[in-house]
């Protein structure tokens, strides 16, 4: 039997197990995934050693970044985001196992926001510096959209949330929410954004899923600007992490 699994912690809201669980099963595959549950980094070589019939892993918080260390090999995304959420088990010389890095949100990413962009998303702010924006940033990139950063203190190269003037606003018609504010149960949370000056030319895209409908989608949305979350993205990194290991 195949074993795959995730490292992370804590991992009780973890969104990979059930989802490749139920696929191992409707497809009659012979396989299981585990949570690896682990309180520091260090320990993932331990997770390695009990469990050699691992074929792939996926990686959460706060290992993103961590791990990198512990890999022989990134892909070309996983390297520009500096951020792996994917571990492949490859073959290397002489029959050692190469662990090699990938990055499926920024694919889950594209290819959610994808079909909603148009011509005039020109210009996106990203809410959020953590290890996910990072990830936004790189796909935004290859859609051929500019994007800065936005952070409550003051940091190189970023916008704060009292720069974003009508000017900027009417110039950064898509912007994405990669913070954790209005995650269940703190659903009356949102980032302080002017929503008063969003039109219908606006895209408000949220990597959030749970609620459905985030008070900041929900604010967009008054202001009749399309908006989403980001529950197909999560399907489709997790796609994307099976046909990595598959490959």
């Known amino acids: 039997m195949q074993k795959y699994g995730l490292i992370g912690y804590p991992l009780g809201h973890s969104f990979s197990r ?21 309180p520091t980094i260090k320990d993932f070589k ?37 951020a792996v959420n994917v571990i492949k088990f490859a073959k290397g010389r002489f029959g050692k196992t190469k662990l090699i890095g990938y990055n499926s ?10 079909p909603l962009l148009n011509d005039s998303h020109k210009y996106a702010l990203i809410l959020g510096t953590g290890g996910a924006s990072k990830a936004v940033r790189r796909g ?8 800065t950063f936005v952070s409550r203190t003051k940091k ?12 900027v606003m009417a110039k950064y018609t898509v912007i994405v929410n990669t913070t954790p504010l209005g995650m269940f149960p703190n659903v009356d949370e949102c980032p302080n954004i002017p929503y008063d000056q969003l039109t219908p030319a606006h895209l408000l895209y949220d990597l959030l899923y749970n609620p459905d409908e985030t008070l900041f989608m929900a604010k967009g949305k008054a202001q ?13 990194q997790a796609f994307a992490a099976w046909e990595i290991w598959q490959k």
Not at 25 to 37: T, V
Not at 156 to 167: A, F, G, I, M, Q
Not at 224 to 236: D, F, P
Request: with cysteine; proline share 3%.
């Open 18 to 38: 059930n989802f490749f669980n139920q696929k191992f099963e409707a497809e009659n595959i012979d396989a299981q995934y585990l949570n690896f549950e682990i």
């Open 46 to 82: 331990s997770v390695l050693k009990e469990n050699p019939e691992l074929h792939g892993m996926n990686v959460t918080i706060p290992y993103k970044e961590q791990v990198i260390s512990y890999l022989d090999d990134l892909d070309d995304d996983a390297r520009q985001i500096g």
């Open 105 to 114: 949100d920024v694919i889950g990413f594209k290819q959610s926001i994808e």
């Open 140 to 147: 935004l990139e290859q859609l051929g959209i500019e994007s």
């Open 156 to 167: 190189e190269n970023c916008l704060t949330y009292d720069e974003l003037t009508p000017e």
């Open 224 to 236: 009749h600007a399309v908006v989403k979350n980001g529950l197909e993205m999560l399907l489709l």
